[in-house]
């Protein structure tokens, strides 16, 4: 379970404004389960948790899983832009071991990499370097199969695949997930004959993380994706409760009474590197489906103590426009105790038999109350510990808030007319077909 603490809060928000932004989360908790606001033909991803686990889809993913462990493929390419790879950049970033590529350590699992994510060309040819080594599958996420930055990289990676293993072997090492019934890519998928997997119509990009989107490059990658559905589901039924311990309540409710305040920018602080890509898919969650309309919390990501050492000054002592929220974790999962040292040169004996993560957590606490004295409120979140149970945990409740938050802002949480606006332009200066016009105009300009 989630647990919210916003003691961090008290000397910044009284308990008079927060309970009056409980009632304001309440009324936007109702159009979010009523399903009666605007977007509400995109929340299919309100009972993933519970749909999936009842469903086939986990089987299927093992399947695709199984059928390449037979053809020993040792690396997967996924590709995807946004919430077609950052939820499972942040499972697979979270899950595995911090230096296994280092350790060579063999696995029944392949390698999975990330491709479609940028337009880096030097990026596509040290994948390709990496890929000539290996013996490769792919795996491409795409709605309609013509967002530019996927696209470029699965028609570069496609022609790879079937240069070197043929075009028959060639479709039995892609996998689609798209659309159910039309777009390029599920044209591609049915003309050549690829495994696909759907995204519902329902389910929008950064919500999709419990769909197949995410789940399926988790499952390759090893990780007990049951447990992470199950973490969700309990995460389900607790933000699916009309109360204030709610605990998405409590954390919308809070985060939109500092920004009445002026608290402007809100930062997910971790302090375990291992969480650094939770920060990366928070904030497209709540940018994207929060940033429109002149409105908005700014969401910025650090990982401390790290951090400290260079956004710190400013989080101490710049401008009073920041919020944190903190993703504390209670337990490690590994044991190091710091010994003594006859010299004491450094002169840390006075840590000598207490474990690293005991520091950690001191230095956790330490920087809260300097931030706080600072003018830094903080909103606190704690799992017990890294694992595929609280992760599918956090995917869940940040998404719940995240509805009743933009309800709450009264913003459309689902929709993002923004991110078309430099398609437009790059179409333009690309010289795409019909795009002409506004290619002088652009060229005028620069």
């Known amino acids: 379970m989630i647990k919210v603490n916003l003691g961090g809060c008290n000397s910044f928000v009284n ?6 932004y409980v009632e304001k989360a309440f ?51 996924v590709i995807g832009i946004g919430g077609s ?15 296994a590529k ?14 479609g994510q940028n337009l880096s060309e030097e990026y596509m040819c040290e994948l390709m370097d990496l890929v000539q080594e290996r013996n490769a599958a792919c795996v491409v996420i795409s709605k309609s199969g013509t967002t530019t930055e996927p696209a470029v990289a699965f028609r570069l990676v ?10 028959e072997e060639a479709a039995e090492r892609i996998v689609a997930v798209t659309d159910k019934a039309r777009g390029a890519l599920k044209s591609l998928s049915t003309q050549e004959g690829y495994k696909t997997f759907v995204i519902e119509d329902n389910v929008g990009g950064r919500f999709s993380v419990l769909t197949p989107v995410g789940i399926l490059p988790i499952v390759l990658a090893g990780f007990d994706v049951r447990e992470m559905l199950k973490g969700a589901l309990e995460m389900e039924e607790a933000c699916a409760k009309r109360c204030e311990c709610n605990p998405a309540i409590q954390y919308a409710a809070m985060r939109n009474a500092l920004y009445a305040q002026g608290r402007k920018i809100e930062i997910l602080v971790a302090y375990n590197p291992k969480l650094t890509f ?51 974790v209670e337990k490690s999962n590994r044991s190091m105790l710091i010994e003594n040292d006859p010299q004491n040169l450094d002169g840390l004996n ?38 595929e149970f609280n992760i599918g945990g956090l995917f869940y409740f940040f998404e719940k808030a995240c509805g009743i938050s933009g309800y709450m802002l009264e913003v ?32 005028a300009r620069l």
């Open 15 to 20: 308990d008079a404004e927060y309970k009056a």
């Open 350 to 387: 006075f840590l000598t038999g207490k474990h690293v993560e005991e520091c950690n957590a001191m230095a956790e606490l330490g920087t809260k109350l300097a931030h706080i004295d600072g003018g830094v409120p903080q909103i606190g979140l704690s799992i017990e510990r890294i694992n």
């Open 102 to 115: 280092q350790l060579k350590t063999k696995t029944e699992a392949p390698e999975i990499v990330f491709a």
């Open 85 to 99: 790879y950052l939820g499972a950049k942040c499972a697979l970033e979270a899950l595995s071991h911090q230096f």
């Open 158 to 167: 496609k022609k790879y695949l079937e240069d070197t293993y043929g075009k």
């Open 27 to 77: 009324t936007a908790f109702d159009v979010l389960e009523n399903e009666t606001g605007a977007g509400n033909d995109f929340l299919g991803w309100k009972h993933l948790p519970s749909e999936t686990l009842a469903s086939s889809l986990v089987e299927e993913c093992e399947a695709v899983k199984n059928a390449w462990a037979a053809k020993n493929i040792d690396l997967v390419i």
């Open 412 to 443: 459309n949480p689902f929709n993002q007319p923004g991110v078309e606006a430099y398609k437009k332009n790059m179409f333009a200066l690309l010289g795409k077909p019909g795009y002409e016009e506004q290619a002088k105009e652009l060229q």
């Open 278 to 328: 939770l920060g990366e898919w928070w904030k497209q969650l709540y940018g994207e489906s929060e940033g429109k309309d002149g409105l908005g919390i700014f969401p910025a990501s650090v990982n401390f103590t790290t951090d400290l050492h260079s956004m710190g000054q400013y989080i101490q002592d710049g401008e009073r426009t920041l919020m944190e929220t903190v993703v504390s």
